[in-house]
């Protein structure tokens, strides 16, 4: 068996001004994810570290950067399991947070539940001590724009995020 | 939508998917990243899955879930992936992608859409892509 982490920046249309964004993201995030296997920690451990990676790099559509919902709000889901027990934790709707992924994992690590939304998973975060950060700093002028443009009453948002079918 | 999978030396597999979600969504929306199944699973049975797409199709298919049958039927990560993006196409009308590892550290990135950026570091080599076939 060889250890091994890969990662995915998320499907659909990326627009070729982005895509070095892009590359350079997702590479930066595995290697950060192998260095933890590389020094003895698990695979919980590295995929957590290597969406965190992602959650704070503006070029990608969670935590930092993440797409804006009807109102212009951040609104993220997250989710981690581990294959050996079976453990999972999830958390959705929740705002105000940089790093939804720690926020999952310790759902998984502290409750005996599997997901926590909107406001309860907030005051669970307050519970943990995660800090609190504006939801100014989690949008980017990118997202904002996008924001935008689907306000249009032709805009299709699902296809400008996917892509048409072919 | 991002997402990761791994394998350690312990042969442990995890997964870990977190998004932002779809443009303009509804307040009070929630995609497949925090349904057990659709936005992940893992399994030390059988492996381990991150998806990203569609999050209603990928609901309607479950597709970590799905994959993970696959695989448990025989099928390789590869054509595992293959099989539940084919699913989700045609019965739920859906684009995206996946990265699927087993306790081998046997991995896959594949993707329905036109791009998808993901990396794999494994035996210290990088693997990266954007476009199929890279």
Redesign the interface.
Known sequence: ??????????????PKER?EL??S???S???A??AV?RG?????D???E??TY??NNPA????C???????G????????????T?G?G????VRNIAN??QL??LVMDKTSH??L??EGAKQFARSMGVPEVPQESLITEY?RM??RK??APD?N??E????K?G | TVGAVAVDSQGNVACATSTGGILNKMEGRVGDTPCIGCGGYADNMVGAVSTTGHGEAIMKVVLAKHILYQMEQGQSVEAASDLGLACMKFRAAGLGGVITVDPQGHWAARFSSRQMAWAAAQKDTLHYGLYEGE
């Open positions: 068996m060889l250890p091994v982490v890969v990662v995915h920046g998320g499907a659909g249309h990326i895509s892009s590359t993201g997702v590479t995030a595995v290697r994810g192998y296997l003895g920690g698990s695979s919980m590295a995929v957590v290597a969406v992602l959650e990608f559509n969670a935590g950067g993440s797409v804006l919902n009807v109102k709000d951040v609104e993220m889901d997250a989710f981690v399991m581990e294959g050996k079976l999972s999830a958390v959705s709707a939804p992924i999952a994992r599997l997901c939304t909107a997202s996008r924001w689907n306000l805009a948002p699902v400008c995020q996917m892509g079918m």
